[in-house]
């Protein structure tokens, strides 16, 4: 049965913020530079891609703050393989004022949150990509301290349990997400 909700989203509760460093020290310091090719300035820093994960606990005593400890051991596996999935934005100082991502080890962000529905109430839901973009948290990156700013950022909600990524777009390819998932 389907329900509508496409306009009533669920309060999102945020329960817990908290980073999750690579398991190891990233050397050596690695660095990519991003293309803006047409753009310029201010509005470059805007975007990011959300994948929405869904799973079922293996069992009904499971529960998804477990499973959620699990994946940040995973998340700190992948973390030091691909240190630039924690990485932070600088502007190089080369009078272009391009970017560059630079690994280090200050990691990501995991964002713990509740949602009072069950999952299947979730999928039963119309209109669920407006719902999922509204459930996500994800802070911009500031553009006049980009380097502050965290480039991904994992949310794990206890909705019977789901994980949402939430990459900003500069990252590249879907392949280091891939990587992160496997």
Partial sequence: MSCDMSNVAPRLELEAFQTVVPINVTNPRQTRRVSVTGAEGPGIFHGCLNVVLYYNKAKSEDSGWVVAGWFKESLQRCLAEQPLLSGRLRIVEDGKG??????????????????????????????????????????????????????LYVQASDI???????????????????????
């Fill in 98 to 151: 391009q970017p560059e991502i630079v690994s280090n080890d200050s990691g990501v962000r995991l964002v713990e949150a509740k949602i009072p529905m069950t999952l299947q109430e979730f999928l039963d839901v119309k209109g669920k990509q407006k719902l999922e973009a509204e459930l996500v948290f994800w802070k911009e990156v500031d553009e006049q301290d980009p380097q502050f700013s965290p480039l």
């Fill in 160 to 182: 019977d349990p789901l994980f949402f990524l939430s990459s900003f777009f500069l990252l590249g390819p879907l392949g280091n997400i891939k990587i992160l998932l496997a």
